[in-house]
């Protein structure tokens, strides 16, 4: 039966107590990805030579821009192997974003799966183990992969579109009043945010659905596609309780480090130390918040098939 969107919110919440340790799967994703995409630009630092990159970058206001335009044409090969390293390595960055997406979707939606009430205790949900997150990882990888390249077209289709439709109001407003065309700027922007959320919570649903048992991408985007419209108002208002949870994080953590810059700026391991921990606690809060939302959704689309709770 469908859920409401406070019904798929506790169901969400349970799911996470249940399977608690995937916030720590969430978190090594993180980690894992943020390396292997720093290291992604390790080719093109040596192709173009550290130290000329740091003077070039940090004169970039001042010629350095036009310094580092010219180093790109003269590298030539070497710089070519550059980027295309530089990508295989983006790639295999975002295969193992995918492999841990698939790994966390699927334990939650079979944890979901194995609710029988609305009322049920969070220990029905539980489905965490090592062999049920690689089964899942190892399923569900490639399918993630094609269905975030679909929305990564998507996205850029919609920004190309937004884009032709601002250049073109500019050309035939070219001439009238600048308060005009600031509108017709902030108006595009606002609509391209609206765009791109909207695409944001479709995909998050349509890899609800992969996890769910709906086989294809395609149908997948078409299936969740459909929930977001059919649901529209839940679907909204899990969102903005997300977008209210992440604000609320924000401001817990930033004075706190802010605190540390003024308190401990003049002892430098202390400060490290202190920023590495509180660091390491927004960290696993946004896991916290990033599996919430990902199970919430599973909770969703599952109960618009009928199976869930």
């Known amino acids: 039966m469908s859920l409401s969107a406070v019904d798929s919110i506790q169901h969400g919440l349970l799911n996470l107590r249940a399977n608690w340790q995937l916030v720590v799967v969430q978190f090594l994703q993180t980690l894992v990805v943020t390396v292997v995409s720093i290291l992604g630009l390790v080719p093109i630092v040596f192709a173009l030579g550290f130290t000329f990159l740091r003077g070039a970058l940090e004169r970039f206001d001042s010629g350095g821009g036009t310094e580092l335009l010219e180093r790109l044409l003269e590298a030539g090969v070497p710089l ?6 530089t990508t295989l390595i983006w790639t295999i960055a975002f295969v193992v974003y995918c492999y841990f997406q698939g ?3 699927g334990v939650l939606a079979v944890g979901e799966r194995q609710t029988r009430s609305g009322s049920a205790r969070w220990q029905s949900y539980r489905a965490f183990s090592h062999t049920a997150l690689f089964e899942s990882a190892e399923r569900l990888t490639w399918p993630i992969f094609w269905l975030v390249n679909l929305f990564l077209i998507i996205g850029l289709a919609a920004l190309t579109a937004t884009a032709l439709v601002f250049a073109g109001f500019v050309v035939l407003l070219g001439q009238g009043h600048e308060a005009v065309q600031i509108g017709i700027g902030c108006l595009a922007l606002l609509l391209l945010a609206l765009v791109m959320v ?19 991408v395609l149908a997948a985007a078409k299936t969740a596609l459909a929930t977001a419209g059919r649901r529209l108002p839940a679907v909204a208002l899990l969102f ?11 401001i817990v953590f930033m004075p706190v480090s802010m605190v540390l810059e003024f308190g401990l700026r003049d002892q430098m391991g202390a400060y490290l130390t202190a920023q590495a921990l509180v660091s390491l606690a927004q960290w696993l809060v946004s896991g916290m918040l990033t599996v919430a939302w990902s199970a919430t959704c599973v909770a969703l689309v599952t109960g618009e098939h009928g199976v869930a709770a």
């Open 198 to 216: 909207f695409l944001s919570v479709w995909m998050q649903l349509a890899l609800a659905e992969l996890a769910s048992g709906t086989r294809g």
């Open 80 to 85: 070519i192997v550059a980027f295309l390293a």
């Open 240 to 250: 903005l309780l997300l977008f209210v949870a992440s604000i609320v994080m924000a």
């Open 103 to 105: 790994g966390i979707f």
